[in-house]
């Protein structure tokens, strides 16, 4: 069966640092793989999803990339943090069609500091 | 583009109440999925239900059901006899088929407290 591993789990981070947070998916193999934000209170924001090794597209210009080093490895990174940084991420995957949803990670929530 | 409204930001009831959760949407095409999940405290969503624009007929789940209705755009979902444990953000999203690859879009998500 697949599963999807994320972490850290929580993260404490001060304003400047850099930051790198890594999403892992087993058992299954070429999957779509998507970046999410949750702010406070919020709804989901789409940050990054990548469709195959070194394929990553960004949906909102902002101070965080994505890479994708191997199949089923989705890091986000940053070089400097920013307060707005601060949210819940979570790393999701899902097989080729619409039909099948996302699998979410656990997520981790970032609090810059 | 598409779009998916969560008019309701928080709902509280008392435990065994039913509470409905509305969900409309927009979209241009004519295939397309509609999901709902469930965000509990700890913050993993929780896939709870997928339906296709072709199919209309309503679901039940023990106390969970949905009603989609494509002539008014909407997806909602019904608690029957709510529980603490159903305390909760839920999320409606729409999925489209594409280019080869699948994106959600998701609601803002509606708060829901159950209190004893």
């Known amino acids: 069966s697949q599963t999807i591993h994320q972490w850290p789990a929580t993260l404490v981070q001060p304003v400047g640092s850099p930051l790198s947070l890594e999403c892992t998916v087993e058992g299954t193999s070429n999957p779509n793989l998507y970046w999410y934000r949750q702010a406070a209170g919020r709804g989901l924001q789409l940050l990054f999803y990548s469709v195959g090794i070194g394929q990553i597209s960004s949906e909102v210009p902002q101070n965080l990339s994505a890479s994708r080093p191997q199949d089923r490895q989705f890091i986000l990174s940053s070089k400097k943090l920013l307060l707005s940084d601060s949210g819940f991420y979570l790393c999701?995957?899902?097989?080729?069609?619409?039909?099948?949803?996302?699998?979410f990670g656990s997520g981790t929530r970032l609090t810059v500091v | 583009a598409q779009k998916v409204t969560q008019a309701q930001t928080e709902i509280s009831v008392v435990e065994k109440e039913d509470v409905t959760l509305d969900c409309v949407y927009e979209?241009?095409?004519?295939?397309?999925?509609l999901f709902w999940y469930k965000q509990p405290p700890s913050g993993e969503l929780v896939f709870l239900i997928r339906?296709?624009?072709?199919?209309?007929q309503n679901e039940i789940s023990g106390r969970y059901s949905w009603n989609f209705q494509k002539s008014t755009s909407s997806f909602n979902f019904t608690i029957t006899a709510s529980q603490v444990v159903d305390s909760a953000v839920y999320f409606c999203?729409?999925?489209?088929?594409?280019?080869?690859?699948?994106?959600?879009?998701f609601g803002t998500g509606t708060r829901l407290l159950v209190s004893p």
């Open positions: 999701a995957w899902s097989q080729g069609g619409a039909d099948y949803g996302y699998t």
């Open positions: 999203a729409l999925s489209e088929l594409g280019t080869g690859f699948q994106k959600l879009v």
């Open positions: 339906r296709n624009s072709f199919d209309e």
């Open positions: 979209t241009r095409d004519t295939t397309y999925y």
